[in-house]
């Protein structure tokens, strides 16, 4: 009888984490509306809005999380022999942990340098690899499993360049 082990990802906990404390700072902004404490700007109620906001971000997360890792492990075992599966598994936990740490490391050093450095830092290279995707996708056909099963997947499944043959056919003609 073998048994079957799902790895959740560290990262759903942190969805769940930004979730559960969301629920908590929103609750106690709740709590305080009728009564607001005496400080500065305290009709904003702000707990109101971090926690909605909080809520808002682990739920996108933890559904982010729980749909993309999961596809990059499947495309992982599908385009690696399975005699090497174990050592690319390991090399892609290794890379993501490393790139974790030095994201980390880098975004202190860039908030030493001014607070909101790091913030915009990350937005831009969020925007320009976003950018990216379809130039370095161009070429990807759509799924692993076509390479993997040969010819015979191959045929059964419709390309977007397949489809696109006969429009530019008429186009070229007119």
Known sequence: MSEKHNI????????VLFLVYGVLILGSGLAEWSHPPGTVLAELHAPVWWGALLIALGTVEAIGVAA????AQSLLSQLV???????????????ESAMIAVGAAVSGYLFTIYHWLPFV?????????TALLPRLWRDVEGRASVAAAGERAATAM??????AGPVAEVTANA
């Open 158 to 163: 419709s390309s977007a360049r397949q489809l």
């Open 121 to 129: 830092s990350a937005a831009v290279l969020a925007i320009a690899l």
């Open 8 to 15: 959740i990802p560290v990262w759903f906990f942190v969805g």
């Open 68 to 71: 993309t890792i999961p596809a």
């Open 81 to 95: 022999h399975p005699d090497a599966l174990g050592r690319a598994q390991g090399i892609f936990t290794t890379a």
